[in-house]
């Protein structure tokens, strides 16, 4: 079974940074595309960015676009979500997702909180 596992969340003040990692395993991580989505208390899930199988496309929601920044290393089986200049509307559940369109695997998720 594919499995992702995310990482990294915490709490920041706002305009503070952090910076998320998503591991893959089961599958050959650099054929697919991957994504972040996040859902915060109350809210639906939302897509927050996604990331092409060779890491040269990026896609970003407009309310994390020039803030946030996803990379991925294929050798790694890793993923990551770069959050700079965070505000407390970010807060909620983390969580990556793949492949692209239909999203068939995720991860736990993890709890990214900014402080006021």
């Known amino acids: 079974q594919v499995q992702l596992e995310e990482s990294g969340g915490g709490l920041v003040q706002t305009g503070g940074s952090l910076r998320l990692s998503c591991t893959a395993s089961?599958?050959?991580?650099?054929?697919?595309?991957m994504g972040w989505f996040r859902q915060a208390p109350g809210k639906d899930r939302e897509f927050v960015g996604s990331?092409?199988?060779?890491?040269?496309?990026?896609w970003y929601d407009d309310s994390v676009k020039g803030r946030f920044t996803i990379f991925r290393d294929n050798a790694k089986m890793m993923m990551y979500l770069q959050m700079n200049s965070l505000k407390p509307e970010d807060t909620g559940v983390y969580y990556c997702?793949?492949?692209?369109?239909?999203?068939?695997?995720w991860g736990r998720g993890t709890q990214v909180t900014v402080s006021s």
């Open positions: 997702a793949g492949p692209p369109p239909t999203w068939d695997y």
């Open positions: 089961g599958r050959s991580f650099g054929t697919y595309g």
């Open positions: 990331i092409s199988r060779s890491g040269d496309s990026t």
